[in-house]
């Protein structure tokens, strides 16, 4: 049973910054791609960045140059470093990963909360 587990959320001022961690577990192999999505209150999920096993990224146009996605594929972990955090950046933060094996397997964490606000 593959899970994945989302760490360092909370509550920071406009322009500080914050890391999420998110490790996997239960898998037994590496997947494809891993990274983050968000959602805020009444908004879809959104993408905020993603790192393939070779490390390419991919990111949110919202979010490009202020974060950065990296994985450590040894320990199936997923980071996202956040930097000058803006309110509109409040959302729950979800993890996800995907494994490409003749068929696409995702899989998602509960969510990590962020807050931005004074």
């Known amino acids: 049973q593959v899970q994945l587990v989302e760490s360092g959320g909370g509550l920071v001022q406009p322009g500080g910054s914050l890391r999420l961690s998110c490790a996997a577990s239960?898998?037994?192999?590496?997947?494809?791609?891993m990274g983050w999505f968000r959602q805020a209150p009444g908004k879809k999920r959104e993408l905020v960045g993603t790192?393939?096993?070779?490390?390419?990224?991919n990111y949110g146009d919202s979010v490009k140059g202020r974060f950065t996605v990296s994985r450590d594929n040894d320990k199936n972990t997923v980071y996202l470093q956040l930097n000058s955090l803006k309110p509109e950046d409040t959302a729950v933060y979800y993890c996800?990963?995907?494994?490409?094996?003749?068929?696409?397997?995702?899989?998602w964490g509960k969510g990590t909360q962020v807050t931005v606000s004074s």
């Open positions: 996800n990963a995907e494994r490409l094996d003749g068929a696409r397997y995702l899989y």
């Open positions: 239960g898998s037994g192999f590496s997947f494809d791609t």
């Open positions: 790192v393939t096993r070779g490390g390419s990224t």
